[in-house]
């Protein structure tokens, strides 16, 4: 079955502290791979995706993400968070027949 | 305007309203799609339509009724509802469904709806 599994529901972290949000997927010939994040009462924005090329791939707010083929990962990374940061995130993937959403993160920046 | 549009931005309604929610896309998408969010669970989804033609129902009661008159516009007409229907909607577009690369989602900011 095709699915998308971001094992961590909550991830505290201090302000400028490195953060890592974990996503698997289901494995599959080829996908293309987004991570998306949302507001309080906000529709989901997309942060980055990966569709070919190199495989870390940067986006907006200092995100960045790295695809590992072998691993079915597509983490999400960044060095040095801000309080504005806090938010849910959503990992999702593009099967091609189906887009499926990650269950999310919730990741709250602790002064 | 761009992207996607959704109108309200809040509704609060009884039991025994009748009320519509609006999405409109002017990113010239053929596919349209309705998510519920509730507090703590995960993202719902509830219909798709593609080029106008509903693909997808997800076992949603009929108490929540979908209609897209065309690939711009999508309704989700309300009536009966319950508390338990109490959340988030999200409508979202996307060029294509099924091919691979055209199925990137883009949202609408959400309606918070509230059932007395």
């Known amino acids: 079955a095709q699915s998308v599994t971001q094992l961590d529901s909550q991830v505290p972290v201090f302000e400028e502290a490195p953060v890592e949000l974990r996503c698997n997927y289901s494995?599959?010939?080829?996908?293309?791979l987004f991570w998306y994040v949302q507001y309080p009462n906000q529709g989901l924005q997309l942060l980055l995706k990966?569709?070919?090329?190199?495989?870390l791939v940067k986006g907006i707010n200092g995100f960045e993400a790295e695809f590992n083929k072998s691993q079915t990962s597509f983490h999400l990374r960044k060095p040095s968070v801000h309080i504005s940061d806090t938010a849910e995130y959503f990992c999702a993937v593009d099967y091609g027949q189906n887009f499926v959403f990650g269950p999310g993160t919730r990741l709250s920046v602790l002064p | 305007e761009t992207g996607v549009t959704q109108t309200p931005r809040h509704l609060v309604m009884g039991m025994t309203n009748k009320k519509s929610l609006k999405c409109e896309q002017h990113l010239g998408h053929n596919a349209m799609y309705w998510y519920k969010q509730s507090a703590k669970k995960p993202l719902e989804l509830m219909f798709v339509?593609?080029?106008?033609?509903?693909?997808e129902n997800n076992s949603v009661p009929s108490r929540f009724s979908p209609e897209c008159p065309n690939s711009s516009h999508l309704f989700l007409h309300l009536h009966t509802l319950q508390p338990e229907d109490s959340a988030l909607y999200l409508c979202?577009?996307?060029?294509?469904?099924?091919?691979?690369?055209?199925?990137?989602?883009?949202f609408g900011p959400g309606t918070r709806l509230t059932v007395l």
């Open positions: 339509y593609n080029f106008k033609e509903q693909t």
């Open positions: 979202a577009s996307s060029r294509e469904i099924g091919l691979a690369g055209s199925n990137e989602q883009f």
């Open positions: 494995s599959s010939v080829s996908v293309y």
């Open positions: 990966y569709l070919s090329g190199s495989t």
